[in-house]
Nanobody, 126 residues
Framework: VQLQAYGGGLVQTGGSVRLSCSLS????????MGWFRQAAGKEREFVAA????????NYLDSVKGRFTISRDNAKNAVYLQMNNLELEDTAIYYC????????????????????WGQGTLVTVSS
């Protein structure tokens, strides 16, 4: 199983970036998919998650209304559309997959995720 995240880069404040994450060797439709991020000198934090049906999503409060997680189970891919970016959004972003049994109250817990991608760097500049 391999998760590969890509799409990061340098963007100005107020700009947009779309991150993609592809899964190979497994079925994304059976997994809860999440995005986490880690800024320099800080702990990794939850950003967004989508349960296997894609019908429900969960977000970090500071990204609500700016970020949108979506998934295409047929393509085995999950996306994170990031709009109105702020300096504080600068971080390495990781996609991750958790078992289907993960309940909504657990999706923010990184320990529930057993598949992780390598991370993609998003740098927001002023």
């Amino acid at each position: 199983v391999q998760l590969q995240a890509y799409g990061g880069g340098l963007v100005q404040t107020g700009g947009s970036v779309r991150l993609s994450c592809s899964l190979s060797g497994g079925a994304l439709s059976s997994r809860v998919m999440g995005w986490f991020r880690q800024a320099a000198g800080k702990e990794r934090e939850f950003v967004a998650a989508s349960r296997y049906s894609g019908a429900t999503a969960n977000y970090l409060d500071s990204v609500k209304g700016r970020f949108t997680i979506s998934r295409d189970n047929a393509k085995n891919a999950v996306y994170l559309q990031m709009n109105n970016l702020e300096l504080e959004d600068t971080a390495i972003y990781y996609c991750a997959a958790a078992p289907r049994s993960t309940i909504l109250s657990e999706v923010r817990n990184s320990a529930r995720y057993d598949w992780w991608g390598q991370g993609t760097l998003v740098t927001v500049s002023s």
